[in-house]
């Protein structure tokens, strides 16, 4: 063989051997030659200029996780870009990886990276991305608001949502944490819930203890089954929308409907069980027949609070009602339908209860929903929306089919409701509100953080909403009466009563000696999941036991006054009790006895040691509503009613309470109904305080 021949076989196989290496990068661009003959007849070797990178991108992600790959680079100095990518995914021009968050599901096909080095590339693909997610989650605006308008005439504001991304990309779902639903039932074979439903735990309250069986559903739209979907929906499961704790576990306790006998049995077992949180979407009518809690139930929950969670304690939340404008449209004979009041959620049986979470409402424009009941009892707020046509409500799961259910056949309105636009099962509706949704917003909030740190207690989790939630409709301020005002708020004039010119009907933000803002409306504000979670995983100032009490009987503190309230007068009649002892408050209660004619006359106030006011009861509220229309019928008192602020949270419990009672309507208000009572003026008896701290 002669020299040349054997420097030719030697070339060509150096060829060849760069050609084998080059195959695990797909289609390297412009090679040169591995090697060339000298003149002297040896092999000089010129290192290939060709990128050399490889790796095998990742090719399945979920809808509103952080996807991210990047290639392993052999060399150095390269520089990347890409064809085909999607529009939420991006290449870092140095590394070559690939980032992004997908917003929608689908997939993506023939992805191609390119490296380069100087004038030589290797091209990675064609490769594709396919996204799991949830179709109608682009609709729920709580969890991530673009503006969308979920179905309505009209969109939200960017970024009034519950703010849970941060929650997702860290894989927090509220896993196996178990939310009871307490309500008009659930529909455990729903496809987007019957993966996360507990059916041994399922109860329905119209069989015998122990209750044990299918809640089933109530007809033309089963309530509990909307709010559950709220809680935990499946996520990224390939159909409909997703849970805010969509790994959390749904227990259906039928406590609301249609056949169940709410007896005393029955209300103390849908309080107990192996639960870590109950969700109550529910509350009393506006004319509640009794304003304080039955100590039995009372005891149940605070059984619940000491024991349960291995002593850590369930958490119960509770919807705030619906009732901010309370009108009466049933008895036209006596009231002509044309007088309405603001009404408080203080007025609801239990919702004096410090033992719970009472949630108002909020809409997609970041600012209280219509409907919700305002009150001092608020701990938070949550998105509850509007109704559904001119401004977005929520998005979650219906009663499976289009034979019954908020969204069926045979209704008139959007083509959503009807079957249409991606419902084509109608197994979901995008018209739910109220109170009753927020509640299982933070409900869903709650097992999120409870996966977060296994070890929160109760008032932990309270002390967490309190701490991180948002202060939203900020410029909101006080509302001062002035001529004409009116008392409902709304569209229908109730009462006319200049003597009250000046007075602060409603207070808006305010911030306690303890930093915290509160709103009678929001509460601490609208919840921050990303803001909690984050605390949680970084708690360990642990609040554990039951909190103390100054007075939980209201026995000790009782302050007698006996003395006859100014009539419709802004200065109203003032009384303090002095609390010896130095708790940092996490809640105050009292309890009032007046007698009156008509209490819906009457506001309620009390200030703080260090001064802070909180309005309990706005003056000339709901309770101006008389209970028939046959003759001017009202409750008459307030007999040992107990009412809840939570505005002092923080604040020192030690030195001067002081009440003020304002009565603010006269004999003659201009309205001939509420004129024919048969006394305008009260007497303020006595009052009470208990406080709850540590």
Known sequence: MSK????????????????????????????????????????????????????????????????????????SGLRFSATGLPGWLSIHESTGALTGIPRESGTTNNIRITAYKGIKFTELGPFSVQVYGDPLKENAW???????????????????????????????????????????????????LFVNVLNPLNKDYKTSAPYFGDPGVATGGDHGTSVAGIIAAVGWNGIGSRGVAPEAKLVGLNYLGTGVTQSTAVHLDQASGDLDVYNYSYGSSF?????????????????????????????????????FQECDFSNGSFFLGLMCFSHSSNLGSEDELPWYIVVGATNALGVKSSYSSAGANLWVSAPGGEFGKTNPAIMTTDTA???????????????????????????????????????????G?????????????????????????????AASSDTVVDAGFDYDN?????VDNDDMIGHTYSLGWIQNAAGYNFHNYYGFGQI?????????????????GMPSETDPAFSLSTSTVNTAIPDSSPTGLSNSINVTQAYTVEAVQIKLNITHPRPGDLGIELTSPSGTKSIILNINNSLLIGLDGATPDWVDDHSGAIFL????????????????VIDGLGSDSGNSDLDSAPAHTGTFVDWSINIIGR
């Open 4 to 75: 040349m021949r054997k420097h030719f076989n030697i070339y060509l196989g150096l060829v060849l051997l760069m050609t084998s290496l080059g195959s695990c990068v797909p289609t390297p661009g412009d090679k040169t030659n591995a090697g060339k003959i000298s003149k002297g007849g040896s092999v000089t070797l010129i290192p290939s200029e060709t990128p050399f990178i490889s790796g095998v991108p990742t090719v399945v992600t979920n809808q509103d996780l952080l996807y991210s790959w990047s290639p392993t680079l052999h060399d």
């Open 142 to 192: 709580h969890i991530r608001n673009t503006g969308q308008s979920n179905f309505a005439n009209n969109g939200g504001t960017v970024g009034e949502d519950i703010n849970l991304d941060e929650v997702l990309r860290t894989g927090n779902f509220g896993k196996d944490i178990k939310v009871g639903v307490s309500d008009t039932g659930l529909d455990i074979d729903h496809p987007d």
């Open 287 to 323: 004319y509640p027949t009794a304003l304080n809690a039955d100590s039995t139930y009372i005891d149940q929950v605070k059984y619940g609070l000491s024991t349960q969670r291995g002593g850590k304690g369930s958490v119960y939340v509770k919807s705030a009602g619906n009732s």
């Open 401 to 443: 089919g289009c034979l019954d259910g908020y969204a069926r056949f045979g209704l008139t309105g959007f083509n959503f409701q009807i079957g249409g636009d991606g419902n084509t099962d109608c197994n979901y509706t995008q018209s739910f509100n109220g109170t009753s949704s927020a509640a299982p917003m933070v409900s």
């Open 445 to 473: 909030l709650v097992a999120l953080l409870m996966e977060a740190n296994a070890n929160l207690t109760w008032r932990d989790i309270k002390h967490i909403l309190a701490a991180t939630a948002e202060k939203i409709d």
């Open 490 to 494: 709304g569209p229908y004039v109730a």
């Open 528 to 544: 921050d999941a990303d803001a909690a979670v984050t605390m949680a995983k970084n708690y360990s100032s642990f609040l554990t």
């Open 645 to 660: 602020s939570n505005a002092f949270y923080g604040e020192s419990s030690n030195g001067n309470w002081t009440l003020k």
